[in-house]
């Protein structure tokens, strides 16, 4: 019988990933987006999925929606991705970030329970829960939570929600911890997009400079389309359960930037940086490296796509792009 799941957060980065390998499994994906006059579907076009995706629109501020989605559908899963996920503008937008990743998780959750408590539940948990937190440099599943973001906070919330939905009420949830992931169709106000797009717009001539700020963050970075078959893994289990998933390798930004850079042929790019602390955040969370050893030996899941591999993946995808944009004629309309 064919599997039926819900993605929420469908048009970000990690839904058409999702999306794509769950229809490669022949479930039948039905993905939740918020209504839009015109809609952006550039990832889901980018993967090949976007006709084979049964959109559908709601609100996860807007609990009436969810019970609706649910309550019509009857999911075997649901993956919720959606998230306000910006960790820099969660300062400024502190009260979306809550209603969306905190009280939005509830909702879904409340929903499940009325009216398919036998479906499967992902939580879309982060490394950004535990701020500057590790035992001997390493966070894993037992590292105590200290936020330094609204963001942050909003998803220990969700977390600690989800745990308390499987105790409580006996269903099927499960808190993937994602570390860093990234992927050629990472929005570009995340700093490895913001790298990769600017690297190949300076390897091409069509820009002078990138503006960034901590370039010594380090940060334990994979690859999108690696992580997303943990969150599936994770809901074939016979019970839920709590899973980071890492590579167990940080790497600095300055280490990102060097590699971009050196893809496209430029050895010293020191003169094509600059620092702009308007992009530093007003508490910084240092380095984060996680161990995937229970994801291993549980799951069985390992990360398939190095940091060298990705960011030339990257950075190989944004110069195609520039190439099919210099290609593609200029749309003009004559006057008549």
Same mark, same amino acid.
Not at 123 to 136: I, K, V, Y
Not at 184 to 208: M, N, W, Y
Not at 307 to 331: G, H, I, N, S, Y
């Given at each position: &019988?064919?599997?039926?799941?819900?993605?929420?957060?469908?048009?970000?980065?990690?839904?058409?990933?999702?999306?794509?390998?769950?229809?490669?499994?022949?479930?039948?994906?039905?993905?939740?987006?918020?209504?839009?006059? @015109?809609?952006?579907?550039?990832?889901?076009?980018?993967?090949? *999925?976007?006709?084979?995706?049964?959109? *559908?629109?709601?609100? &996860?501020?807007?609990?009436?929606?969810?019970?609706?989605?649910?309550?019509?559908?009857?999911?075997?899963?649901?993956?919720?991705? %959606?998230?306000?996920?910006?960790?820099? %503008?969660?300062?400024? /937008?502190?009260?979306?970030?809550?209603? *969306?990743? +905190?009280?939005?998780?509830? #909702?879904?959750?409340?929903?499940?329970? =009325? #009216?398919?408590?036998?479906?499967?539940? =992902?939580?879309?948990?982060?490394?950004?829960?535990?701020?500057?937190?590790?035992?001997?440099?390493?966070?894993?599943?037992?590292? +105590?939570?200290?936020?330094? +973001?609204?963001?942050?906070?909003?998803?220990?919330? @969700?977390?600690?929600?989800?745990?308390?939905?499987?105790?409580?009420?006996?269903?099927?949830?499960?808190?993937?911890?994602?570390?860093?992931?990234? +992927? !050629?169709?990472?929005?570009?106000?995340?700093?490895?997009?913001?790298?990769?797009?600017?690297?190949?717009?300076?390897?091409?001539? /069509?820009?002078?400079?990138? &503006?960034?700020?901590?370039?010594?963050?380090?940060?334990?970075?994979?690859?999108?389309?690696?992580?997303?078959?943990?969150?599936?893994?994770?809901?074939?289990?016979?019970?839920?359960?709590? =899973?980071?998933? @890492?590579?167990?390798? !940080? #790497?600095?930004?300055?280490?990102?930037?060097?590699?971009?850079?050196?893809?496209?042929?430029?050895?010293?790019?020191?003169?094509? $940086?600059?620092?702009?602390?308007?992009?530093?955040?007003?508490?910084?969370?240092?380095?984060?490296?996680?161990?995937?050893?229970?994801?291993?030996?549980?799951?069985?899941?390992?990360?398939? $796509?190095?940091?060298?591999?990705?960011?030339? &993946?990257?950075?190989?995808?944004? /110069?195609?792009?520039?190439?099919?944009? %210099?290609?593609?004629? @200029?749309?003009?309309?004559?006057?008549?």
């Amino acid at each position: &019988m064919q599997k039926t799941a819900i993605i929420t957060g469908i048009l970000g980065q990690d839904g058409p990933y999702l999306a794509k390998l769950l229809l490669e499994k022949d479930y039948r994906v039905f993905g939740l987006m918020q209504r839009h006059s @015109a809609p952006n579907f550039e990832n889901t076009d980018w993967l090949g *999925v976007t006709d084979k995706i049964e959109f *559908v629109t709601g609100d &996860m501020t807007d609990e009436g929606s969810l019970l609706h989605l649910v309550r019509s559908i009857r999911p075997a899963e649901v993956y919720n991705l %959606a998230a306000q996920s910006f960790v820099g %503008a969660s300062w400024d /937008l502190a009260r979306v970030t809550t209603e *969306v990743n +905190s009280l939005g998780v509830l #909702h879904l959750l409340n929903a499940l329970k =009325y #009216h398919q408590p036998t479906g499967k539940f =992902y939580q879309a948990a982060t490394s950004e829960m535990f701020g500057n937190n590790h035992d001997n440099g390493v966070q894993t599943e037992t590292t +105590s939570f200290r936020p330094r +973001s609204p963001y942050g906070i909003s998803k220990v919330y @969700a977390y600690w929600m989800t745990v308390n939905f499987r105790e409580s009420f006996g269903m099927h949830t499960s808190n993937g911890i994602l570390f860093n992931h990234e +992927s !050629p169709i990472r929005g570009k106000e995340f700093v490895t997009r913001k790298i990769s797009d600017a690297v190949a717009k300076i390897k091409l001539g /069509l820009q002078d400079k990138i &503006m960034l700020g901590n370039l010594d963050a380090k940060r334990d970075w994979g690859f999108a389309g690696d992580y997303v078959e943990a969150m599936w893994m994770m809901l074939q289990q016979p019970e839920g359960g709590d =899973y980071l998933v @890492a590579t167990g390798e !940080p #790497h600095s930004i300055r280490e990102f930037l060097d590699l971009a850079f050196k893809h496209v042929g430029i050895d010293d790019w020191s003169d094509l $940086v600059g620092i702009d602390p308007r992009f530093k955040r007003p508490a910084e969370i240092h380095a984060l490296k996680g161990s995937p050893q229970k994801a291993t030996e549980t799951l069985g899941w390992k990360p398939k $796509v190095s940091f060298e591999e990705l960011v030339a &993946m990257m950075v190989d995808a944004d /110069l195609e792009r520039q190439r099919v944009k %210099a290609e593609t004629p @200029a749309f003009s309309v004559k006057a008549v």
